[in-house]
């Protein structure tokens, strides 16, 4: 399958190394920074014959590629997405999908219309502690779902954002919400049944002066189901990232899972007994070298299956438009100082400038 990535920063060295565990043919790669692509492909020792491009569109245009994935500041996500669903291209893109219902609703009509699959970047889906986690859900041995948490602990200091202008900016990112705590709060979403009816949230600038949105997000979330949602993310934690986890609390179990990216189940007691707390502790834990985990190869697997056999992706665009409006509804909640009823029809984090002074 002919593969080709659209961004070659922080992150594309994760797609990279998927592409290749999953035997893609690696056809192109592009980035606007001639650079990013030799250290790439330095990185790898791969073929110098990979053709280099800074324009995606004549990519698209010379390469045809079958699967493009796109790894580009967060801003431009949707309209390169939207450009590679019209040249027939089925689509992995980092989170979040896009930064606005409106163009998140584009994507997924248009890959509708163009016959096309569309997934999101969640990796920590794959987890083995998120799967074993899941695979409790669907069983039904938590009983009633009553509420869950999802805390994002961490550090970015001004050097992260100097890195890339765009990174903190209400154009072309969001905060420590949308950035950094969007995995987490995709986990939450989806253990807890997705559908979410209302959303009090606070977010603030506390620490990140030279950046335009929040590094700190605290939130309340009522789920259709009755069940609630409690979410605490922040880049303000010294000296350096202390923890992220997830907690499910239902009648007849409580579960937590840890570390760097939630690959570690820490707690694992369920009324029903059917497994030994302490075998499956140890069973389910992977100790990635970083907060990335080791989900994109599974990931690419499952995208490349999903196009084969025409089937929806275990991560699809409509479960990154879930994510994307409850960070959005936080903002909104926060800028109003009210309560947010969702769905959402429209919203943007563009709507939100200027609401931290730097």
């Keep these: ?19 290749i565990k999953n035997n893609l043919e690696i056809v192109a790669l592009c980035d606007i920074t001639y650079d990013n692509i030799e ?17 995606y569109k004549k990519m698209l245009e010379k390469e045809k590629p079958e699967l493009v994935a796109v790894a580009t ?13 019209e040249a027939g291209c089925n689509v992995i893109i980092e989170k979040p999908i896009a930064l606005s219902i409106k163009d998140a609703d584009a994507i997924i ?23 074993k ?28 954002y100097k890195q890339a202008k765009w990174r903190g900016t209400w154009e072309q990112d969001g905060g420590a919400l949308m950035n950094q705590c969007i995995h987490n709060i995709d986990l939450l979403c989806w253990m807890m049944g997705n559908e979410i009816v209302e959303v009090f949230g606070m977010t603030d600038n506390l620490m990140h002066s030279f950046i335009e949105a929040e590094d700190l997000g605290i939130a309340l979330v009522k789920f259709s189901n009755g069940s609630y ?15 992220e986890t997830l907690y499910i ?18 707690e694992w007691q369920f009324a029903d007994k059917l497994d030994d707390s302490e075998e499956v502790k140890a069973k389910y834990h992977e100790n990635p070298e970083n907060v990335y985990g080791f989900g994109h190869n599974p990931l690419y697997a499952d995208m ?10 275990y991560v699809t665009a409509r479960d990154g438009r879930k994510s994307l409006e409850l960070v959005l509804a936080i903002y909104k909640s926060a800028a109003e100082g009210k309560s947010i009823k969702l769905p959402l029809n429209s919203c943007s984090t563009m709507e939100f400038k200027g609401r931290f002074s730097i």
């Excluded at 500041?73 to 939207?82: D, F, R, V, Y």
């Design 1 to 19: 399958m002919r593969y080709a990535l659209i961004g070659c920063g922080r992150i594309s060295p994760n797609h990279i190394a998927a592409a």
């Design 39 to 55: 250290f790439l492909l330095s990185k790898f020792s791969i073929s110098k014959s990979i053709n280099k491009y800074t324009d």
């Design 73 to 85: 500041e967060s801003g431009k996500h949707a309209p390169i997405a939207l450009d590679c669903i």
């Design 109 to 131: 009509k248009r890959a509708e219309q163009k016959g096309v699959k569309v997934c999101v970047c969640y990796q920590n889906r794959f987890n083995k502690s998120i799967q």
């Design 133 to 160: 986690i899941r695979e409790a859900v669907e069983e039904g041995r938590f009983g009633r779902l009553l509420y869950g948490t999802a805390h994002i602990r961490w550090n970015r200091g001004e050097a992260y």
């Design 229 to 243: 949602g409690i979410i605490e993310g922040t880049t303000n934690i010294y000296p350096n990232n202390l923890e």
């Design 249 to 266: 609390f239902g009648e007849k179990g409580t579960v937590k899972a840890g570390g760097k990216s939630v690959n570690i189940i820490e």
């Design 304 to 313: 490349i299956e999903s196009i084969k056999s025409n089937r929806e992706p």
